[in-house]
């Protein structure tokens, strides 16, 4: 059905929720690259009046992706849980905007209805926030999930240390996984991205970060982030899976387009909790997104991507995982054109996964093709942590030099702990401590030669 709004004596038409949704977002390259962004800033503004008009119900009645082809749809809605959607039911998402900023909306109540918001409705009530609004609404959101440590708790943010090297050589992993320890990094996990996929490297990196694990009794977790089906196959090997990692995206055709479907998803969670080895929890999954993934595999139907980033974590959710970060600049200006729409986009990102109870961090990044720079990744990054971001990631000198992009890196972190106050998760605040690697406000010590992880690493010959 058509949807209208008269602003300035001029009627708008949006020829249905899709074509309403995509007009109401910020201005971004991808939607432009699609062809489904607004034409002009009027356009834009008048499609938002008309989005905030309209009745959350909307969006349990008419599915932007078509229910009958595709199972993201149908596993949005055929979870939906109407008990709690019934508390938040009667509004309009303009309704829904005045109610997540209200004081009503506290931290118990957004946990009490999260299961009746669907990806589409906070997609939506994005759109008509200010950046200041995703920040506040984000923090009041609580999720908190375990497997070696708790993730999650106020007034903590967790940080992936992530060992990358272009030809996995497991010296320099060693190296850079030492050096994210020695500075207070990794308890979100230890994860690597692998240059190659073959089982044998995959096994060798699972082993070398848990022996370091299990030698030092660290409270963490690892995951080497190759595809699915290689991290089922190490298991039925008996590698020491900890997290089984997977990007996903927010249509069916998408994630076809990755290799999964939720069948497989499915499949990986229940080998993963086959083996038990979580000390505290369960949570076993580790997702990435992105915005722009469904349109670079030309799987977005016409929705536009923040929308499609939305519903992707409508399928993380479903899977319970520790953690699921976005990736926020890394696909490039052809999908976030500048700092400006990256630092927007990873608000959004943000703002949606808290909504709909993930367990959300950021890879605040960008390619060197790209119109940001690292001004841009200190703002998005502080304002993340404003908004009490579960995760960020740590990699030496903020450099990854096998993705070849820039992230954030280990003093990153401390500088954001040292302005906003940020704790680790405590199991790991308490290892770290112990370790003679922070003093008892967290701050990092200066490490001593005989550090027993310096002489642990110096002696590994196997890595020679």
């Known amino acids: ?21 995509a007009r109401a977002t910020p201005l971004r390259s991808g939607d432009v690259l699609a062809g489904v962004a607004a034409h002009t800033a009027e356009e834009r503004m008048a499609a938002r009046m008309a989005l905030a008009d309209l009745p959350l119900k909307t969006f ?25 959607f019934a508390e938040i039911a009667h509004l309009t998402v303009g309704d829904f905007r005045d109610w997540l900023l209200g004081d009503a909306a506290d931290e118990v109540t957004l946990a009490r209805v999260r299961r009746g918001i669907t990806p589409e409705m906070a997609a939506a009530v994005s759109k008509l926030m200010r950046n200041q609004d995703l920040i506040l609404v984000a923090r009041k959101c609580r999720v908190i999930t375990r497997f070696r440590n708790t993730l999650g708790l106020p007034g903590r943010m967790a940080m992936r240390l992530q060992p990358n090297h272009p030809t996995d050589d497991p010296r320099a992993i060693a190296v850079s996984m030492l050096d994210g320890l020695l500075y207070g990094a990794g308890d979100a996990v230890i994860g690597i991205n692998p240059a190659g996929d073959g089982q044998r490297a995959l096994t060798d990196l699972l082993r070398l970060v848990d022996g370091v694990i299990q030698r030092f009794e660290i409270p963490t977790q690892s995951c080497v982030l190759t595809h699915v089906t290689n991290q089922i196959q190490a298991i039925e090997h008996g590698a020491p899976v900890d997290l089984v990692f997977q990007s996903i995206a927010g249509t069916e055709a998408a994630n076809r387009s990755f290799g999964i479907d939720l069948a497989l998803l499915r499949e ?19 997702f990435e997104t992105g915005q722009g993934s469904a349109l670079s595999a030309n799987a977005h139907h016409g929705v536009d991507q923040q929308t499609c980033e939305a519903r992707a974590h409508g399928v993380a959710r479903a899977f319970d995982p520790l953690i699921c970060n976005t990736v926020v600049g890394f696909i490039g200006p052809e999908y976030l054109f500048d700092g400006r729409q990256i630092i927007r986009a990873g608000l959004e990102d943000h703002f949606c996964g808290k909504l709909l109870g993930l367990p959300i961090g950021c890879d605040v990044c960008y ?11 200190d703002t998005l990054m502080t304002l993340l942590g404003v908004a009490g971001v579960t995760f960020l990631i740590g990699v030496p000198g903020a450099d990854d030099v096998m993705l070849n992009y820039q992230s954030t890196s280990f003093h990153d972190a401390l500088y954001l702990r040292e302005v906003l106050g940020l704790k680790r998760a405590p199991e790991f605040e308490a290892w770290l401590a112990r370790m003679g690697i922070t003093d008892a406000a967290g701050r990092v010590l200066p490490v001593a030669s005989g550090h027993a992880l310096l002489t642990h690493m110096a002696h590994m010959e196997h890595l020679g």
């Open 367 to 377: 390619t060197n093709h790209a119109e940001a720079d690292s001004d841009d990744m």
């Open 1 to 21: 059905m058509p949807y209208t709004h008269t602003l300035g004596g001029h009627v708008w038409q949006f020829a249905d929720l899709v074509t309403l949704m």
């Open 268 to 286: 990986a969670r229940e080998a993963a909790l086959s083996l038990k080895r979580g000390t505290l929890g369960d949570n076993v999954m580790y």
């Open 60 to 84: 349990l009645n008419e599915a932007l992706v078509p229910y009958e082809t595709d199972e993201v749809t149908r596993l949005i809605l055929d979870t939906h849980d109407a008990a709690a």
